[in-house]
């Protein structure tokens, strides 16, 4: 009785008197919707929270919502104060995500939305983004885990209806072929940069190549052979190149080199016979077989664009990451186009990512040219970038060393600049959520300054600053080896720079550890000789420039993380 009384509490219908179930979501079940959620939801009183209006809505529109985005079973106290919405290792449909986008706005008790390993495709994100609108109260994003692919010709599907099987499965061959490509550019950008050019890529792949028992180079590699041929070749010239002495430093693992090998053995390069020859590869490499996108191209990018639009001029979001989602040189050119207009971001973390020196170009001179000077944060952890990628960044914030003429040039300028600047800064009022909280934004009017300098020797230099209000640069785990140049870009730096993990760090913390062990062979000398132990000298901490009584507080070097 009590388990009748529960399946109707179910599903009050029923059909020959039995009861009916609720159906559970599956991947794929509201597929046959037409148009499931309307752009604008007519005669619909949202409660104001997430997972509430979420289950009222698919009640609306005859949807079967999603286990993880609707009301838990038991009731839960406080649900309506949730400021996270966090989802985890599950499928999603865009289903779901079009009743996200129709709820976020309304949802004033969110704060932080979270998809980790959750398979987002450029249409989702795109419907996450849209719900992201002005009045929302979301500040933090992560998207972690998302690696995106290309998706079909959408032009070619508004007559989806009228294609057969055969056509759909050529749409979809296709698609997985242009995928497949985008791949190999990525890996071709990888060792052209490693080693130069592809030539010299492949000749010492090929010095490489392993032998059979006769002697003789084996033509045709194995998977296993082609993993431990990479392996070898990328540890030597990771080690001549940046005193690397993994392919993970590059962020190249096992599984990658294997997938490769998938790729150009599979469907649409290889023969299927899991063998690969190295002459192959690199006929397939060849720019007149995959031909290398035009500016115009990469710039349209619909992957890059999908990541890009989280961070542009109309965005309000705070602090977004994209951990894990496999964003290259073509991703962060677009993310730091972004940047340049955005008013509002605080913190935008990239962390395990395969940006490049070249990558970052955009997004220094975001970090240069965006007058809005919102971002305090910028995290490129285990990436690969090198010290030419530091010196560009680092270029952007602080100081730059500059002559008299260059000086009197620029302060000509920012004199010039002042009253329009402030008059512009002065007519934008501070941006509120609708829970009146102010958005994060720069709170004065920044102005750049030139200032002079005198040298040990009493020659004058000056100083230019700009982004000043830039605090944290996290670069650990990258490939950047070259200990003059971080010493040489000390001075001029802003708040914190984070190299934990790079081969300059391991420099460093062997010189640390190779005088701890003489100062302790000297202390041990001198007490097996009776003598007292020399007195260790004191390190004295950097202290912050002087600067003149009423004048503001400016950056005075990089502190620098090597632990």
Same mark, same amino acid.
């Given at each position: 009785?009590?388990?009748?009384?529960?399946?109707?509490?179910?599903?009050?219908?029923?059909?020959?008197?039995?009861?009916?179930?609720?159906?559970? $979501?599956?991947?794929?079940?509201?597929?046959?919707? *037409?148009?499931?959620?309307?752009?604008?939801?007519?005669?619909?009183?949202?409660?104001?929270?997430?997972?509430?209006?979420?289950?009222?809505?698919?009640?609306?529109?005859?949807?079967?919502?999603?286990?993880?985005?609707?009301?838990?079973?038991?009731?839960?106290?406080?649900?309506?104060?949730?400021? /996270? =919405?966090?989802?985890?290792?599950?499928?999603?449909?865009?289903?779901?995500?079009?009743?996200?986008?129709?709820?976020?706005?309304?949802?004033?008790?969110?704060?932080?939305?979270?998809?980790?390993?959750?398979?987002?495709?450029?249409?989702?994100?795109?419907?996450?983004?849209? !719900?992201?609108?002005?009045?929302?109260?979301?500040?933090? =994003?992560?998207?972690?885990?998302?690696?995106?692919?290309?998706?079909?010709?959408?032009?070619?599907?508004?007559?989806?209806?009228?294609?057969?099987?055969?056509?759909?499965?050529?749409?979809?061959?296709?698609?997985?072929?242009?995928?497949?490509?985008?791949?190999?550019?990525?890996?071709?950008?990888?060792?052209?940069?490693? $080693? !130069?050019?592809?030539?010299?890529?492949?000749?010492?792949?090929?010095?490489?190549?392993?032998?059979?028992?006769?002697?003789?180079?084996?033509?045709?590699?194995?998977?296993?052979?082609?993993?431990?041929?990479?392996?070898?070749?990328?540890?030597?010239?990771?080690?001549?190149?940046?005193?690397?002495?993994?392919?993970?430093?590059?962020?190249?693992?096992?599984?990658?080199?294997?997938?490769?090998?998938?790729?150009?053995?599979?469907?649409?390069?290889?023969?299927?016979?899991?063998?690969?020859?190295?002459?192959?590869?690199?006929?397939? /490499?060849?720019?007149?077989?995959?031909?290398?996108?035009?500016? *115009?191209?990469?710039?349209?990018?619909?992957?890059?664009?999908?990541?890009?639009?989280?961070?542009?001029?109309?965005?309000?979001?705070?602090?977004?990451?994209?951990?894990?989602?496999?964003?290259?040189?073509?991703?962060?050119?677009?993310?730091?186009?972004?940047?340049?207009?955005?008013?509002?971001?605080?913190?935008?973390?990239?962390?395990?990512?395969?940006?490049?020196?070249?990558?970052?170009?955009?997004?220094?001179?975001?970090?240069?040219?965006?007058?809005?000077?919102?971002?305090?944060?910028?995290?490129? !952890?285990?990436?690969?970038?090198?010290? &030419?990628? =530091?010196?560009?960044?680092?270029?952007?914030? #602080?100081?730059?060393?500059?002559?008299? &003429?260059?000086?009197?040039?620029?302060?000509?300028?920012?004199?010039?600049?002042?009253?329009?600047?402030?008059?512009?800064?002065?007519?934008?009022?501070?941006?509120?959520?609708?829970?009146?909280?102010?958005?994060?934004?720069?709170?004065?009017?920044?102005?750049?300054?030139?200032?002079?300098?005198? &040298?040990?020797?009493?020659?004058?230099?000056?100083?230019?600053?700009?982004?000043?209000?830039?605090?944290?640069?996290?670069?650990?785990?990258?490939?950047?080896?070259?200990?003059?140049?971080?010493?040489? =870009?000390?001075?001029?730096?802003?708040?914190?720079?984070?190299?934990?993990?790079?081969?300059?760090?391991?420099?460093?913390? *062997?010189?640390?550890?190779?005088?701890?062990?003489?100062?302790?062979?000297?202390?041990?000398?001198? &007490?097996?000789? #009776?003598?007292?132990?020399?007195?260790?000298?004191?390190?004295?901490?950097?202290?912050?420039?002087?600067?003149?009584?009423? *004048?503001?507080?400016?950056?005075?070097?990089?502190?620098?993380?090597?632990?």
């Amino acid at each position: 009785m009590a388990q009748s009384q529960a399946l109707e509490e179910l599903n009050p219908d029923k059909e020959n008197d039995i009861p009916q179930p609720k159906q559970i $979501w599956i991947y794929g079940i509201n597929d046959h919707l *037409e148009q499931p959620v309307p752009d604008k939801v007519q005669g619909f009183d949202a409660t104001g929270v997430f997972r509430t209006d979420f289950a009222a809505l698919c009640e609306k529109y005859g949807i079967i919502p999603h286990t993880t985005l609707g009301p838990p079973r038991k009731a839960v106290e406080g649900m309506d104060q949730e400021k /996270l =919405l966090s989802v985890s290792s599950v499928l999603l449909d865009r289903v779901s995500m079009q009743l996200a986008k129709q709820l976020i706005p309304t949802s004033l008790h969110l704060e932080t939305i979270r998809f980790t390993s959750c398979k987002l495709d450029i249409d989702m994100l795109s419907l996450l983004r849209a !719900g992201i609108a002005d009045t929302c109260t979301i500040q933090t =994003l992560q998207v972690e885990w998302n690696p995106l692919e290309v998706q079909l010709d959408m032009a070619q599907l508004k007559s989806i209806s009228e294609l057969s099987h055969e056509d759909l499965d050529e749409l979809e061959r296709d698609r997985d072929k242009k995928d497949a490509e985008r791949k190999l550019r990525m890996f071709r950008e990888l060792i052209t940069d490693t $080693w !130069g050019t592809l030539d010299a890529a492949f000749e010492a792949l090929e010095a490489a190549r392993p032998v059979s028992r006769g002697g003789a180079a084996i033509e045709e590699l194995t998977v296993a052979q082609w993993n431990d041929l990479f392996r070898g070749a990328f540890s030597q010239i990771l080690h001549q190149k940046y005193a690397c002495s993994t392919m993970e430093q590059l962020q190249l693992a096992t599984t990658d080199s294997t997938e490769l090998f998938d790729l150009l053995d599979g469907l649409h390069f290889g023969e299927g016979n899991g063998k690969l020859s190295l002459r192959k590869v690199k006929d397939q /490499l060849d720019p007149e077989k995959l031909p290398v996108l035009t500016e *115009e191209q990469e710039a349209a990018d619909p992957i890059a664009a999908a990541f890009a639009q989280f961070v542009n001029g109309t965005s309000v979001l705070e602090n977004v990451s994209f951990r894990y989602c496999d964003l290259g040189r073509i991703e962060g050119r677009q993310i730091g186009e972004a940047l340049k207009t955005n008013m509002h971001l605080k913190a935008l973390n990239l962390y395990g990512n395969r940006i490049c020196d070249q990558g970052v170009q955009t997004i220094a001179e975001a970090l240069e040219t965006n007058l809005n000077y919102a971002l305090r944060y910028l995290g490129l !952890g285990r990436n690969r970038v090198t010290q &030419e990628g =530091l010196k560009t960044l680092c270029k952007a914030v #602080g100081a730059t060393r500059v002559d008299s &003429e260059k000086a009197k040039e620029l302060q000509k300028g920012i004199d010039a600049d002042k009253p329009k600047k402030l008059k512009a800064f002065q007519a934008t009022p501070p941006k509120k959520d609708a829970n009146g909280r102010e958005r994060h934004q720069l709170k004065e009017c920044h102005f750049d300054e030139v200032v002079e300098k005198v &040298e040990e020797d009493g020659e004058p230099y000056w100083l230019w600053y700009r982004n000043v209000e830039f605090h944290t640069l996290n670069l650990e785990q990258n490939p950047i080896s070259d200990l003059e140049v971080v010493e040489e =870009l000390r001075p001029y730096g802003v708040g914190v720079l984070i190299l934990t993990g790079t081969p300059v760090a391991k420099k460093v913390l *062997e010189e640390e550890e190779r005088k701890m062990k003489e100062a302790g062979k000297e202390a041990a000398a001198a &007490e097996a000789s #009776g003598k007292p132990p020399p007195i260790a000298e004191e390190k004295e901490e950097e202290k912050p420039a002087e600067e003149e009584p009423g *004048e503001p507080q400016r950056p005075n070097a990089w502190k620098i993380h090597y632990h």
